[in-house]
């Protein structure tokens, strides 16, 4: 099944309101988000049809220089993102160049289910990572805070929202 579509009828994801049930939501430092979206979110278009997902970037939100991110879409999309998100923010050289090359994918072409299949595979990054647990819906990706939950290649926050 192609994951730009749902079901028997093969719908567009966009169409099937289980996609805009609990949108995960974080913090991100503003040179994180230029990092990943690039300057004026050049590639922010891309990166949304390549995982047929919506993001959404508020960067007026905080006067910390934080942008609320906000993504909705197919669960297996966000939580390839999340992993890529999370990749992009460790402090583990290795765990760094994953997210780069997840960055590159995402970026280039749209993932496949094997992408999506190979990234909730990947054991259990333990190391510390700049991460916050979920507080109030909210997956945070910049205060570190000690969790007893990992999530595929991070540690540090809840993803409740993410696992129906």
């Known amino acids: 099944m192609d994951m730009g579509t749902s079901g028997l009828l ?11 049930d609990a949108p995960m939501v974080f913090h991100m430092e503003e040179d994180q988000e230029e990092l990943i979206f690039g300057h004026s979110d050049t ?10 997902t919506l993001i959404q970037l508020e960067s007026w939100f905080t006067a910390t220089g934080q942008t609320r991110v906000t993504v909705v879409g ?11 998100f999370c ?12 997210g780069l090359e997840m960055l590159e994918r995402v970026r280039s072409q749209p993932l496949t289910n094997d992408d999506l299949v190979t990234s909730i595979s990947v054991p259990p990054y333990t190391g510390d990572l700049s991460l916050a647990p979920r ?11 000690p969790s007893p939950y990992q ?11 993410l696992y129906p």
Request: with cysteine; glycine share 6%.
């Open 151 to 161: 999530v595929i290649g991070c540690s540090g926050f809840h993803l409740s929202s």
């Open 43 to 52: 590639y922010l278009r891309c990166i949304e049809m390549n995982s047929r």
């Open 87 to 98: 990749c992009m923010g460790s402090r583990d050289s290795y765990c760094h160049a994953r």
């Open 10 to 20: 093969k719908k567009p994801w966009w169409t099937l309101p289980e996609n805009f």
């Open 74 to 84: 197919p669960h297996r999309a966000r939580q390839w993102l999340l992993h890529m």
């Open 135 to 145: 507080i109030s819906g909210t997956v945070c990706l910049s205060v570190p805070q």
